[in-house]
Each structure stands twice: as C-alpha cells, then as structure tokens.
C-alpha cells in the first residue's frame, strides 16, 4: 500500500506541473489516478452485479421513452429498437470520469449492435456542475466522445427524476430492478428486445469481460 501511496502522489505531482489542456487541475488528476482508482476497486463492484435472471419483461415498453439530447431536441428510444443499449449517468469531476475513454471504446468495438448513451447529472458531490454546451465539448475534447449524450438531468430517486431513470430503477416499470445509480458511472444494459438484463456499478469498468459478455450474449 505504501508503494502504491508513493507511486499516486508522483503521479499527482506530475500531473500538476503538466495539466492537461481542456481540463481543470482536478480533473486532470483525476484522469491520471483513474488506472488506480479502479485497480483498488475492482473486487467489490463484481459483487454488486446485478442480473434479470429470469428475463422478467418490462411492464412499460423502453420505446415509449423520450428525452432530450444535449442539444435540446427529442431523443425517442424507439430509434434503438434492434441494438444494445448501455446506459450510463456520467460526470466530468469525479474518479471514475475516466470510463468516458472506455465508453467510447466499447461503442467502436461493438457499432454494429450496441449503442452507449451518457446521461450528465450533478446529484453525486456536485461533480457535474457545467451546462450542457461545456460538457459536450469537455467530452469530445478529451475523450473523444461520439456516442450520444443527453442534456444534463437527475437520475437519482426524488423530485423530478429522468424519466430514462425512471424507468431503469423502478421494479414496478421495468419488471425487476430497483437500483438507482449508487454513484456517477453506474451502467445499466437493456437488450434488443428493449429488455433491462444487468445493472453494473461504477466499480466495473466497461470494458471488463462481465460486460463485454454481457453485450455479446444472443
């Protein structure tokens, strides 16, 4: 523990005398510890997994859902019908805003049957607090983000919830699962018959073999 200590304040050091453009001195920190944040980590997040085992299908139809995109227009979920889709609330100052880069590695490697959608959303340590504008181009800029990203809404259970959100973490709605977000970075996978079948929390990388597996089963 104490190497790994030394080895993140020389990282930290580094960092700070090379901030990296685009990004505020806390975030590139943060970009450079990721690798670390997730090595210390990843036990506990296969634990928290969760799986529709029993397939139990959605009582209200993922396609019937409509949001905004990050550029105010109308996103119809109907347009997914046939594909994949990874769900993810993300955040531009938080340990795990790393998985931006995975993100969009997991859409190229899997572009013909999965699509990633990003949801902005401040409700963990007001890590997410710029406007929809700012957190585009703080994406395409360093992390080159070309998967679709909503405008920034709430995605945890009180007033005012995305109705996306709604729908993933409401039993009642989507058959089986009650998990909200524990944290930014939590991934919710639906498949090609509009079907919610895991939950993966920050934790879990996204391109760990549990997802990867996850996308790729018929």
Same mark, same amino acid.
């Given at each position: 523990m104490i190497k790994i200590a030394i080895a993140i304040g020389v990282l +930290? !050091? @580094?960092?700070?005398?090379? %901030?990296?453009? &685009?990004? !505020?001195?806390? =975030?590139?920190?943060l970009k450079t510890i990721y690798p670390a944040i997730?090595?210390?980590?990843? $036990? @506990?997040g296969k634990k928290q997994i969760q799986i529709n085992k029993e397939n139990k299908i959605p009582l +209200? !139809?993922?396609y019937s859902l409509i949001t905004k995109d990050i550029n105010g227009k109308d996103f119809n979920f109907a347009s997914l019908k046939g594909k994949k889709v990874l769900i993810v609330n #993300? @955040?531009?100052?938080? $340990?795990?805003? $790393? =998985?931006?880069e995975a993100l969009e590695k997991l859409?190229? %490697?899997y572009a013909e049957s999965l699509v990633v959608v990003g949801f902005p959303a401040n409700d963990? %340590?007001? =890590? /997410? *607090?710029?406007?929809?504008?700012s957190i585009a181009a703080f994406c395409k800029k360093n992390y080159g983000v070309s998967f679709p990203l909503m405008a920034k809404s709430i995605v945890i259970k009180k007033n005012h919830q995305n109705e996306v959100f709604k729908w993933l973490s409401d039993m009642t709605i989507n058959g089986?699962?009650?998990?909200?977000p524990a944290w930014n970075f939590c991934k919710y996978?639906?498949?090609? /018959? &509009? *079907?919610? #079948?895991?939950?993966f929390p920050m934790t879990v990388d996204p391109l760990d073999n549990s997802v990867m597996e996850a996308i790729e089963k018929k």
């Open positions: +930290v !050091s @580094a960092t700070l005398l090379m %901030k990296k453009q &685009g990004m !505020s001195y806390r =975030q590139s920190i997730m090595w210390t980590s990843k $036990g @506990a +209200v !139809s993922f #993300t @955040a531009s100052d938080c $340990g795990f805003t $790393g =998985q931006y859409q190229k %490697k963990f %340590k007001e =890590q /997410e *607090t710029k406007d929809n504008e089986w699962n009650h998990q909200e996978l639906v498949n090609e /018959e &509009g *079907t919610l #079948t895991h939950y």
